[in-house]
Nanobody, 126 residues
Framework: QVQVVESGGGSAQSGGSLRLSCAAS????????MGWFRQTPGNEREGVAA???????NYADSVKARFTISQDKAKNTLYLQMNSLKPEDTAMYYC????????????????????WGQGTQVTVSS
């Protein structure tokens, strides 16, 4: 059974940094992609960053040059380093994984992922 568990959320001041982690277990496929998404109340979940197993990353325009996605394949752990945080980054952040063999570009679409974590809250104050 696949489990995806996020950690590392919390509060930060505008301009500060936070690092999110995501531990994935039960993924038996040798190839899979993972991603970070976020959602605020009343809004749809949106893709933030995603990464293929080979390390190619894809970012939403709103976080480019501020957020960095990375992975430790040996630990099946995904990270999201968030720098230069803005109040509009405040959201519930979700980690997702999908055991897809094909990863032409790591997708930022919610529908492309089969497994989801419960989320971790990030709050940025001005």
């Amino acid at each position: 059974q696949v489990q995806v568990v996020e950690s590392g959320g919390g509060s930060a001041q505008s301009g500060g940094s936070l690092r999110l982690s995501c531990a994935a277990s039960g993924l038996t496929s040798a190839n899979y992609y993972m991603g970070w998404f976020r959602q605020t109340p009343g809004n749809e979940r949106e893709g933030v960053a995603a990464i293929c197993r080979d390390g190619r990353a894809n970012y939403a325009d709103s976080v480019k040059a501020r957020f960095t996605i990375s992975q430790d394949k040996a630990k099946n752990t995904l990270y999201l380093q968030m720098n230069s945080l803005k109040p509009e980054d405040t959201a519930m952040y979700y980690c997702a994984a999908d055991p897809s063999y094909v990863c032409t570009q790591a997708p930022l679409r919610v529908g492309a992922y089969a497994y989801w974590g419960q989320g971790t809250q990030v709050t940025v104050s001005s």
